[in-house]
């Protein structure tokens, strides 16, 4: 259950610290980056509600899983011919709208696997953060002997791995959604809760732009070589590998709200961190720490929000509407506006648009967030 997780945050720890700094390097702007950066968010407001609403309807996700996994390798090889601008956001486009079937197929597969042992769920995922803490720390290793050109040639073989787990999957029945019973997806979506569910997420994955786009740039241009960026992007991820671990004990002792609440407040915390106290290592490592709260707590957190709110009928489209409007469009929106930011101004201001963002969730998850059916409403 745990492979496919390692391979596929694999690509993503191979990609989201170096892609930047690899067009960079091919002499893109910033706004470019940006741009670029954001195809890589975009396509999910369209592809996991596809690949969701095929996945409930036909009851072949581990088919449909494999199809994402083959044809996105297949399309990434399009960047070794080193296309320009509208030719690269095309390659990026095609692959990622693949390749962003896999994982919210995967993590309904995975949940059903785990039947009613789900608080098991971060167990599985957190071998995800390892593949991307393995990935960070080979490709920032190599990248200080190779120049960031080869960037291609060393995602390529992670591709490979996600291609081939994909193969380890059990078949499935074909056990496809059930109709009768249960609130329609309108209802669901109707019930102020969910709505500001939704918009939490959204915000946070705003604020997540420039940390996507420009944390590698902002690092190198306060003088980090290219390992102690490929560290401090690594001792984010393991945070969030202690969190999952720890996830089942908070979920016992705090409501869902509270947990969303001081984890939105870490996160406002860890954007003017790194927006005002870069130079100083401890504080940025500190910062770095603070991954747990900001990306780690807070999806473990909605993962099960979405199971007790969509439950089984609709659960493919709650993780698919999930992936694509926070974030696909919430991400997309983040990575754009940090490149005009940038542009316009420096990366410290960028993160500090950040922290503005997380400000706002802030306020929409204390107006608006309540436990789902499955929690005491309490707290």
Same mark, same amino acid.
């Given at each position: 259950?745990?492979?496919?997780?390692?391979?596929?945050?694999?690509?993503?720890?191979?990609?989201?610290?170096?892609?930047?700094?690899?067009?960079?390097? $091919? %002499?893109? !702007?910033?706004?470019?980056?940006?741009?670029?950066?954001?195809?890589?968010?975009?396509?999910?407001? *369209?592809?996991?509600? @596809? #690949?969701?609403?095929? %996945?409930?309807?036909?009851?072949?996700?581990?088919?449909?899983?494999?199809?994402?996994?083959?044809?996105?390798?297949?399309?990434?090889?399009?960047?070794?011919?080193?296309?320009?601008?509208? /030719?690269?956001? @095309?390659?990026?486009?095609?692959?990622?709208?693949?390749?962003?079937?896999?994982?919210?197929?995967?993590? *309904? +597969?995975?949940?059903?696997?785990?039947?009613?042992?789900?608080?098991?769920?971060?167990?599985?995922?957190? #071998?995800?953060?390892?593949?991307? &803490?393995?990935?960070?720390?080979?490709?920032?290793?190599?990248?200080?002997?190779?120049?960031?050109?080869?960037?291609?040639? @060393?995602?390529?073989?992670?591709?490979?791995?996600?291609?081939?787990?994909?193969?380890? +999957?059990?078949?499935?029945?074909?056990?496809?959604?059930?109709?009768?019973?249960?609130?329609?997806?309108?209802? &669901?979506?109707?019930?102020?809760?969910?709505? %500001?569910?939704?918009?939490?997420?959204?915000?946070?994955?705003?604020?997540?732009?420039?940390?996507?786009?420009?944390?590698? +740039?902002?690092?190198?241009?306060?003088?980090?070589? !290219? *390992?102690?960026?490929?560290? @401090?992007?690594?001792?984010?991820?393991?945070?969030?590998?202690?969190?999952?671990?720890?996830?089942?004990?908070?979920?016992?002792?705090?409501?869902?709200?509270?947990?969303?609440?001081?984890?939105?407040?870490?996160?406002?915390? $860890? #954007? *003017?961190?790194?927006?005002?106290?870069?130079?100083?290592?401890?504080?940025?490592?500190?910062?770095?720490?603070?991954?747990?709260?900001?990306?780690?707590?807070?999806?473990?957190?909605?993962?099960?929000?979405?199971?007790?709110?969509?439950?089984?009928?609709?659960?493919?489209?709650?993780?698919?509407?999930?992936?694509?409007?926070?974030?696909?469009?919430?991400?997309?929106? /983040?990575?754009?506006?940090?490149?005009?930011?940038?542009?316009?101004?420096?990366?410290?201001?960028?993160?500090?648009?950040?922290?503005?963002?997380?400000?706002?969730?802030? #306020?929409?998850?204390?107006?608006?967030?309540?436990?789902?059916?499955?929690?005491?409403?309490? /707290?």
């Amino acid at each position: 259950m745990s492979n496919l997780y390692f391979w596929f945050f694999a690509l993503l720890g191979a990609l989201l610290p170096y892609w930047s700094l690899y067009l960079q390097g $091919r %002499g893109f !702007s910033y706004l470019e980056i940006a741009t670029l950066m954001a195809t890589i968010q975009i396509t999910k407001v *369209v592809a996991p509600s @596809l #690949w969701g609403w095929l %996945g409930d309807r036909s009851g072949q996700r581990v088919r449909l899983v494999r199809l994402g996994a083959v044809v996105g390798a297949i399309s990434f090889a399009g960047v070794f011919i080193e296309p320009e601008f509208f /030719g690269l956001m @095309l390659v990026m486009l095609v692959f990622t709208f693949f390749w962003n079937a896999i994982l919210p197929l995967y993590e *309904v +597969i995975t949940l059903r696997g785990l039947g009613s042992d789900k608080a098991r769920y971060g167990r599985v995922r957190l #071998w995800g953060s390892v593949g991307f &803490i393995a990935a960070v720390a080979v490709v920032g290793t190599l990248l200080d002997f190779i120049p960031v050109a080869s960037l291609p040639w @060393l995602v390529m073989p992670v591709f490979l791995g996600i291609v081939v787990s994909s193969f380890m +999957i059990p078949s499935e029945q074909g056990q496809v959604r059930e109709r009768s019973g249960g609130e329609s997806l309108r209802g &669901i979506l109707a019930n102020p809760a969910v709505i %500001g569910f939704f918009l939490m997420n959204f915000l946070l994955q705003v604020s997540h732009g420039a940390y996507y786009t420009f944390f590698s +740039i902002h690092l190198e241009q306060y003088g980090y070589s !290219s *390992v102690s960026i490929g560290l @401090l992007w690594s001792l984010g991820v393991l945070a969030e590998v202690v969190l999952f671990v720890a996830m089942h004990g908070l979920f016992a002792r705090y409501s869902y709200r509270q947990i969303a609440l001081a984890a939105l407040a870490l996160t406002l915390v $860890r #954007w *003017v961190l790194i927006a005002e106290a870069t130079q100083w290592l401890v504080v940025l490592l500190f910062a770095q720490l603070l991954h747990a709260a900001s990306y780690g707590a807070l999806h473990a957190l909605s993962v099960q929000y979405i199971h007790g709110y969509f439950g089984k009928g609709h659960h493919g489209q709650g993780q698919a509407l999930y992936s694509g409007l926070t974030f696909g469009a919430g991400g997309a929106l /983040g990575a754009w506006m940090s490149g005009f930011l940038v542009e316009g101004f420096n990366t410290d201001v960028a993160f500090w648009g950040s922290a503005m963002a997380t400000l706002v969730a802030l #306020w929409v998850t204390w107006r608006w967030l309540r436990p789902p059916p499955s929690q005491d409403s309490s /707290g």
